[in-house]
C-alpha cells in the first residue's frame, strides 16, 4: 500500500488515480483544506473502486504516528502542504509550521512503521531567481524568494539528511508550473485560496472578475512579463508513477535523487493568456499591475534527467492543457 498525503488535493489527486490504474493500492490521507470530500467520489468514478481515506492533519503527531498501527504500507508520497506564494509572504509562520513539521512528522510514521521510500512534492521555486535558463538539478539551488519556496528547500534538506544517515531513499519531483484538468474533466485546480494564474483566468473568463492582474511588463523577458514553464497535471502524475517503479525496482543510483517536471518551454503571461484566448473562444480582461512579492522573472525547465532516469515523457501540449481546464470548469457551472 502507498500513503498519499494531499492525496485529494489537485495533484494528488490526479496521481492517486495514475496510481490505482496502475495497479497499486493506495491510502489517501488529506484534511481538506484546499479540497473538498467530493473529490474523494470523483476518483471512485473515474477508477470504479473504493478509496481509501482518513481525514488527518498532519501536523497532530499523535494522529499521524497512530496510522501505523492501523496501516501497512511500503511507501510514501508526500503533497500535503500550503502552497500559495503570496499568502505564504503574508504568513511565514503558517507555512513553516504547516510545510516543515508535516513533513517530519511524516518521515516518524514512516521510521515507526519500517517504511524507507518516500516521494517528495518539490518545486522548482528551490531554485530562485535563476541566473542562467532552462534550469537543470545541477543549477544553483539558490534562496527562495518566497516562504514557500523556502519551506520546500528546508524539506528537501531535511529529506536529504535523512537519507543521509540510510533511514530513507527519497525522489524530489520539482514541479514547474501543473495545469489542466483529467480528461474526465471529473478532476481539476479547484483551489480554496485564488493565487495561481489559471483559476484566476478562469474567474474572468465565465465573468466571476472583472479582470486579471498582471504582476508586472518590465521584467527582462521577451514582452515584460514572467515567463513560466506550464505542464499537464496528468503528466505531472504520470511522473510520479514512474518515480514509484525506479524506487521499486531498486534503480536509483543513490538515496536521495531530484527530477525537474517541466515542458521545456518557456511562457509568459501575456502568452498564456492569448493562448488561452484563441483556444478557448473566449476573452480575459487584464490590468498590469506593480510586482508582486516572491515573483521569480523567468524560469523555464531542463527535464532530460527525467525522460532518461525515469522514463517519463510529456503527453500534452500547452493548448490541451488550456482547453481542458476551461472544459473543466464549465462542468462546474
Known amino acids: 500500500m502507498i500513503l498519499v498525503t494531499g492525496g485529494a488535493g489537485y495533484i494528488g489527486s490526479h496521481t492517486v488515480v495514475d496510481l490505482i490504474n496502475n495497479g497499486y493500492d493506495v491510502l489517501v490521507v488529506d484534511n481538506f483544506c484546499n479540497s473538498t470530500v467530493s473529490v474523494i467520489a470523483d476518483m471512485e468514478k473515474i477508477c470504479g473502486k473504493t478509496i481509501l481515506f482518513e481525514n488527518i492533519n498532519l501536523i497532530d503527531k499523535e494522529a499521524v504516528l497512530a496510522l501505523a498501527a492501523k496501516y501497512k504500507f511500503t511507501s510514501v508520497i508526500h503533497f500535503a502542504a500550503y502552497k500559495a506564494v503570496k499568502e505564504s509572504s503574508d504568513n511565514p509562520m503558517k507555512y513553516y509550521e504547516n510545510n516543515i513539521v508535516g513533513l517530519m512528522n511524516v518521515i516518524q510514521l514512516m521510521q515507526k512503521s519500517g517504511c524507507k521510500n518516500l516521494i517528495f512534492s518539490s518545486s522548482c521555486t528551490v531554485y530562485g531567481e535563476v541566473d542562467k535558463v532552462p534550469v537543470k538539478e545541477s543549477s544553483p ?33 520539482r514541479y514547474f508550473n501543473p495545469i489542466g484538468a483529467h480528461t474526465t474533466y471529473l478532476l481539476g485546480d479547484n483551489p480554496q485560496n485564488f493565487d495561481n494564474i489559471m483559476p484566476l483566468i478562469i474567474k474572468v473568463a465565465k465573468g466571476i472578475s472583472s479582470h486579471l492582474n498582471v504582476f508586472g511588463d518590465d521584467y527582462n523577458t521577451v514582452d515584460g512579463s514572467c515567463v513560466r514553464d506550464y505542464v499537464h497535471v496528468m503528466d505531472i502524475a504520470s511522473a510520479h508513477v514512474k518515480a514509484m517503479e ?29 493562448t488561452f484566448e484563441k483556444v478557448n473562444n473566449v476573452k480575459v480582461n487584464f490590468k498590469v499591475v506593480g510586482r508582486r512579492e516572491g515573483d521569480v522573472s523567468n524560469i523555464y525547465s531542463d527535464s532530460t534527467l527525467a525522460k532518461e532516469k525515469l522514463e517519463w515523457k510529456i503527453n500534452f501540449s500547452i493548448e490541451e492543457m488550456l482547453s481542458s481546464a476551461w472544459k473543466r470548469s464549465l462542468k462546474q457551472t
Open 246 to 274: 525506479r524506487m521499486r525496482k531498486g534503480k536509483m543510483e543513490k538515496a536521495f535523487e531530484a527530477f525537474n517536471l517541466g515542458s521545456e518551454k518557456g511562457y509568459s503571461v501575456f502568452e498564456l493568456i492569448k
Open 141 to 173: 539551488i539558490q534562496q527562495p524568494l518566497s516562504p514557500y519556496g523556502n519551506t520546500k528547500k528546508i524539506c528537501e534538506e531535511i529529506i536529504r539528511d535523512m537519507t543521509s544517515i540510510g533511514a530513507i531513499e527519497a525522489i524530489a519531483l
